[in-house]
């Protein structure tokens, strides 16, 4: 039987061509989002390409949304083996904006939804003696930049987790670690540029320049970089690899 892969987030951007990218390899996908039009529409692409796949919509920032995941994943296909945490937010404001309302929103969608899902289908990973969770952060996760000190805490919240659980469950199976990539080209990339130029008075062109400088390899992320490196970890051969963060950076970041 096919594994099955759980991926939050999964109507666009990153998560998307993730889905897409697993669909490819055959796995069973239990898609996650919001909002049901996009979702949908990733689904059959996905079927379309030969895998199998059902849909939840449901906001994972509620207290119900784990439980009622974690069933619908085990009624449509059985246990997963493997939990992409890929839904997030990135929204930045100096420190005198970033006010509780601000802090509680990455806090909850960037940390607690991934911990409340990863604490649900966790048990029947460890029944089954085997999987993996891969959370999405960033190299926000590894380094401060201004202006995002709540993105940053959150996603600095996730990492220590994610190395904390790795720990823990070492000897049970279940590996986990986090992908951290640099300025990925989705709609959060046209929007940050948007919010450069609104803000410094660059033109596009100069905007994209500033970020691309941050990597040595001057140049924006694609989706599919992060794809392949998250189905490298989902592999059953990666057992070995767990508390690790991988950075897709360019070489921004040593560690």
Request: aromatic share 6%; charged share 20%; net charge neutral.
């Amino acid at each position: 039987m096919a594994p099955t892969v759980i991926i939050t987030g999964a109507s666009r951007g990153i998560g998307k061509v993730i889905a897409l990218d697993l669909a490819h390899r055959g796995f069973n996908l239990m898609l996650v989002a919001r909002t049901e039009a996009p979702l949908m529409a990733v689904r059959a692409e996905c079927e379309k390409i030969g895998a199998k796949a059902a849909t939840c919509i449901i906001d994972v920032t509620k207290p119900e949304a784990a439980p009622t995941l974690r069933d619908a994943s085990l009624d449509a296909f059985g246990p997963p083996w493997g939990l992409v945490n890929n839904a997030g937010m990135a929204e930045s404001a100096p420190l005198a904006k970033t006010d509780d309302d601000l802090l509680q929103r990455h806090m909850e969608l960037n940390f607690y939804a991934p911990m409340r899902l990863t604490r649900a289908v966790l048990p029947r990973m460890v029944e089954n003696k085997g999987g993996r969770v891969v959370n999405i952060c960033s190299t926000a996760a590894l380094c401060g930049y201004p202006y995002v000190s709540a993105y940053a805490a959150s996603k600095h919240a996730l990492l220590g987790a994610t190395r904390s659980l790795a720990r823990e469950f070492a000897q049970k199976g279940v590996t986990f670690n986090a992908v951290c990539p640099g300025y990925v080209r989705t709609e959060i990339w046209d929007a940050t540029i948007k919010n450069v130029v609104d803000k410094t008075g660059l033109d596009e062109v100069q905007a994209e320049d500033k970020l691309k400088k941050l990597s040595p390899q001057y140049r924006v992320f694609e989706p599919a970089e992060v794809a392949h490196v998250v189905a490298f970890l989902l592999a059953e051969e990666s057992h070995g690899i767990t508390g690790q963060a991988l950075s897709i950076d360019g070489g921004e970041i040593e560690h």
